[in-house]
């Protein structure tokens, strides 16, 4: 690339997470560029430019790109890793490429570890020092931490607050905020800030109420948009909703994956005896959860993937099982970019009928 | 599911133990229909035609041989499905007696050990184990040997015929059910086959960079290879792939997209798969390409 032309730097959505990688992405560009948040348009944009069979997460990036090029962006970002996330990047090249956009690509596919980041910035942009890398990437993960914190909060109690609309109103002020702040201390401060305004958010929270563990695929599980805010939902019935992944607790695996290796011979032993071996990506994860889950006498689990994903459809042969020998509820969600939004709703309201008056049984015994 | 590439491999390994080996029938519609009833619905074909396949023979047999192949080579591996394959029938079916090896070359996991612990449940006498292994490695060699040869052959003889080549796993390929329809009505239209699944490993290996740099689905990157290596000498390319075969549903994307010089048709199966529309859509290609080619010529 000439040093005439701006570098424009953009990066699919995921979540909140945007804000939380964006002073990486500004490392290595004059401008970062924000995609306009997941819209139904950016789904079909996605969809029609995507083959048929490929997962939902894909037609997600894609739309996103699409529309950031439209504003101007450059430079795009793709992860990757697992199952078939770590070859989206190439296939999305070639498609953007033959609808005539120009761009670089930026592929991080399978290198995690924060040297080979390093390198993949420095490659795009030689002069940057490794202190000035470094500072960016305790930010991200400061952030990132930041930010799962206290969606993990108010994920817990958005069912019960006494006026509606008060954590997700301090939820946007929180993110807002975020951005705009670029020190580790403040970021930490921010944080404490928050949280105690969050803590202090009224709450009618009966003793013993619902709850429902929710398990699954990467994507559709951080991407409210993907799942049609089926946390949401689930708060708004009064159902206390935990979810354990998290891009920090993803990190936090990967990590000890790599330096002790232990990882996975825990979640293996943890789901024996209905798995032997590693189902890929996230299924192993998903078997294991269930059965602590279960054992820590949770209601139900909702259990969601994208339609045709490889590793969760591997892992629901397992669950199936489970769920036949411990007698316990879970349903299954499959997201496509097509699937309608009332079935789903009617759905997990059957499901929630079906949990309250097992509950209610059981207390009779 | 890795039957009809290694066949050779692991029959001639029991059968050098001294064990009776049974194979399942090709695939028919009851078996079809009976891995369709016991796998989740949203599983790709290729994996419920396999667990109609151990349905079949889980009252026959003592043991079922499951073989979890995850990775060749280093950064590289199988679709999952072939990793989570023995855990998937351990939980469909209950009480099944299987043997099973794994092989994942990045931790050092070989199948030299693999099938030396198979072999050690079945006899203890060490020689017998090595013995089987090293025949069974010399009838797969002969057996690849021999259809490249074939197919060489074939690539050398006659100029002018219509030539095709097809690209599936040989999964799809060889299965009397999903690719068996397709090539014998290509064969009677009088077109000559080439297959992409034969080919030398290696070679194509070094190949399928100039396609893709960053594919790590080791019988999809042959494919691909085998794919570049084979290009120039056909004159269409058909894809099978099954309904909703992963790996194959991007890596055929980017085919279509790098690949501008030659005709291509993707045919996807499922379950359900009318014989007659997919004739049409063969006989149409043939014909377009017989266009083509008359056009070339001229």
């Known amino acids: 690339m000439t040093n005439t032309s701006v570098k424009k730097i953009s990066f699919p959505h995921m979540g909140n997470y945007f804000t939380a990688f964006e002073p990486l992405a500004r490392l290595v560009a004059d401008e970062v560029i924000e995609p306009p948040p997941i819209?139904?348009?950016?789904?079909?944009?996605?969809?029609?430019?995507?083959?048929?069979?490929?997962?939902?997460?894909?037609?997600?990036?894609l739309g996103n790109y699409i529309e950031a090029l439209e504003r101007g962006a450059n430079i795009l970002v793709q992860a990757g890793g697992g199952c078939r996330f770590g070859y989206y990047g190439e296939v999305q090249e070639a498609i953007l490429k033959k609808m005539g956009?120009?761009?670089?690509?930026?592929?991080?596919?399978?290198?995690?570890?924060?040297?080979?980041l390093a390198k993949n910035f420095r490659a795009l942009k030689p002069e940057l020092s490794y202190a000035k890398i470094f500072r960016a990437l305790v930010l991200s993960y400061l952030r990132l931490r930041c930010i799962d914190d206290s969606e993990d909060y108010v994920r817990k109690n958005i069912g019960f607050e006494k006026q509606k609309g008060e954590f997700e109103k301090a939820h946007k002020n929180f993110l807002r905020e975020l951005l705009k702040t670029d020190s580790w201390l403040g970021v930490h401060k921010l944080r404490k800030k928050y949280l105690n305004i969050l803590h202090a958010i009224p709450i009618d929270k009966p003793k013993k109420p619902l709850r429902v563990g929710v398990v699954g695929e990467l994507y559709v599980l951080m991407e409210p948009f993907s799942n049609f805010q089926i946390e949401k939902e689930l708060a708004k019935k009064g159902i206390e909703v935990h979810r354990f992944v998290t891009v920090s607790s993803i990190l936090h695996d990967c990590l000890d994956e790599m330096l002790f290796s232990r990882q996975l011979r825990k979640l293996i032993r943890e789901s024996w005896p209905y798995l032997k071996f590693h189902l890929g990506a996230h299924g192993t994860e998903s078997v294991a959860k269930t059965l602590e889950l279960i054992k820590e006498g949770f209601d139900g689990i909702i259990h969601i993937k994208p339609f045709g994903c490889m590793p969760e459809v591997n892992a629901m042969s397992a669950l199936h099982k489970i769920s036949k020998d411990y007698e316990f509820p879970i349903i299954y969600f499959s997201f496509d970019a097509q699937s309608s939004e009332t079935g789903i709703k009617t759905r997990l309201e059957a499901f929630h009928d079906m949990l309250t008056m097992k509950k209610r049984h059981d207390a009779k015994q | 599911m890795l039957y009809h590439k290694y066949h050779?491999?692991?029959?001639?390994?029991?059968?050098?133990?001294?064990?009776?080996?049974?194979?399942?029938?090709?695939?028919?519609?009851e078996i079809i229909g009976k891995g369709v009833n016991l796998a989740v619905d949203?599983?790709?074909?290729?994996?419920?035609?396999?667990?109609?396949?151990?349905?079949?023979?889980?009252?026959?047999?003592?043991f079922i041989?499951?073989?979890?192949?995850?990775?060749?080579?280093?950064?590289?591996?199988?679709?999952?499905?072939?990793?989570?394959?023995?855990?998937?029938?351990?939980?469909?079916?209950?009480?099944?007696?299987?043997?099973?090896?794994?092989?994942?070359?990045?931790?050092?996991?070989?199948?030299?050990?693999?099938?030396f612990s198979v072999g050690w449940q079945l006899t203890h006498n060490p020689f017998l184990i090595i013995r089987a292994i090293e025949r069974a490695r010399k009838a797969q060699q002969n057996q690849q040997d021999k259809l490249l040869i074939e197919q060489e052959n074939k690539l050398k003889d006659k100029k002018d015929d219509l030539r095709i080549l097809i690209v599936a796993h040989p999964y799809t390929t060889y299965d009397a059910?999903?690719?068996?329809?397709?090539?014998?009505?290509?064969?009677?239209?009088?077109?000559?086959?080439?297959?992409?699944?034969?080919?030398?490993?290696?070679?194509?290996?070094?190949?399928?960079?100039?396609?893709?740099?960053?594919?790590y689905w080791t019988y999809n990157k042959e494919l691909v290879g085998a794919l570049e290596k084979y290009r120039k000498e056909v004159d269409g390319i058909i894809f099978i792939m099954t309904f909703p075969c992963g790996p194959d549903s991007l890596v055929i994307n980017l085919c279509q997209n790098k690949i501008n010089d030659?005709?291509?048709?993707?045919?996807?199966?499922?379950?359900?798969?009318?014989?007659?529309?997919?004739?049409?859509?063969?006989e149409s290609f043939v014909d377009i390409l017989k266009i083509r080619k008359g056009k070339a010529i001229k």
């Open chain 2, 177 to 215: 059910f999903l690719g068996a329809p397709i090539i014998n009505f290509l064969k009677k239209q009088g077109v000559e086959l080439v297959f992409a699944d034969i080919v030398n490993e290696k070679e194509a290996r070094k190949l399928s960079k100039n396609i893709s740099t960053d594919l």
């Open chain 2, 65 to 115: 041989f499951i073989p979890r192949i995850v990775s060749l080579y280093k950064k590289e591996n199988l679709c999952v499905k072939f990793m989570a394959l023995n855990d998937i029938v351990r939980n469909t079916f209950d009480g099944l007696k299987t043997l099973e090896y794994t092989t994942h070359v990045p931790t050092f996991r070989y199948d030299y050990f693999g099938l």
């Open chain 1, 101 to 116: 956009y120009k761009f670089e690509f930026l592929k991080l596919a399978n290198s995690y570890s924060p040297i080979a």
């Open chain 1, 39 to 61: 819209s139904k348009q950016t789904i079909e944009l996605g969809y029609k430019n995507s083959p048929e069979c490929v997962c939902v997460p894909f037609k997600y990036n």
């Open chain 2, 42 to 62: 949203e599983s790709c074909l290729s994996l419920k035609i396999y667990l109609g396949h151990v349905d079949y023979l889980k009252d026959k047999v003592d």
């Open chain 2, 262 to 282: 030659l005709p291509i048709v993707v045919i996807t199966l499922d379950e359900l798969q009318g014989e007659a529309g997919l004739k049409t859509r063969l």
């Open chain 2, 8 to 29: 050779f491999f692991w029959e001639e390994f029991l059968r050098s133990l001294g064990q009776e080996v049974v194979v399942s029938p090709e695939t028919n519609r």
